[in-house]
C-alpha cells in the first residue's frame, strides 16, 4: 500500500508540473497542439488511478496487486500515437 500510495502521490505531483508547465503555454513551443496537451495529461492520470485501485484490491488479493503494479509500469514503458506525434511536432 505504501508503495503504490507513494507512486500515486508523484503521478498527481508530476501532473501539477506539467499543468504549470502548460498552462497558457508559458513553458512551451507553440508547435504543440491542445489535444497532445490533453492526450499527455491523461497519460499521466491513468498511473495514479491504477495504484489507487491497487490500494483497493491489495485488500482482497495480493497476487492482482502485483500484477496490476506490473501492468501500470508496461503501460508506461510502451510508446505511444502521442509519443511520436510529440517527437514530430518537436522537429517541425
Same mark, same amino acid.
Given at each position: 500500500? /505504501?508503495?503504490? #500510495? /507513494?507512486?500515486?502521490?508523484?503521478? /498527481?505531483? +508530476? *501532473?501539477? %508540473?506539467?499543468?504549470?508547465?502548460?498552462?497558457?503555454?508559458? +513553458?512551451?513551443?507553440?508547435?504543440?497542439?491542445?489535444?497532445?496537451? =490533453?492526450?499527455?495529461?491523461? =497519460? %499521466?492520470?491513468? #498511473?495514479?488511478?491504477?495504484?489507487?485501485?491497487?490500494?483497493?484490491?491489495?485488500? /482482497?488479493?495480493?497476487? @492482482?496487486?502485483? @500484477?496490476?503494479?506490473? +501492468?501500470?509500469? %508496461?503501460?508506461?514503458? %510502451?510508446?505511444?500515437?502521442? *509519443?511520436?506525434?510529440?517527437? =514530430?511536432?518537436?522537429?517541425?
Amino acid at each position: 500500500m /505504501v508503495y503504490a #500510495g /507513494v507512486l500515486a502521490a508523484g503521478g /498527481v505531483l +508530476l *501532473d501539477l %508540473i506539467w499543468w504549470y508547465a502548460t498552462y497558457n503555454k508559458h +513553458l512551451m513551443c507553440e508547435s504543440v497542439t491542445p489535444e497532445l496537451l =490533453r492526450a499527455f495529461h491523461f =497519460r %499521466i492520470l491513468v #498511473g495514479p488511478l491504477l495504484y489507487m485501485i491497487a490500494i483497493v484490491v491489495s485488500f /482482497v488479493s495480493l497476487p @492482482v496487486t502485483r @500484477v496490476m503494479l506490473g +501492468l501500470a509500469v %508496461i503501460y508506461y514503458l %510502451i510508446p505511444t500515437t502521442q *509519443d511520436l506525434l510529440h517527437h =514530430r511536432q518537436l522537429g517541425a
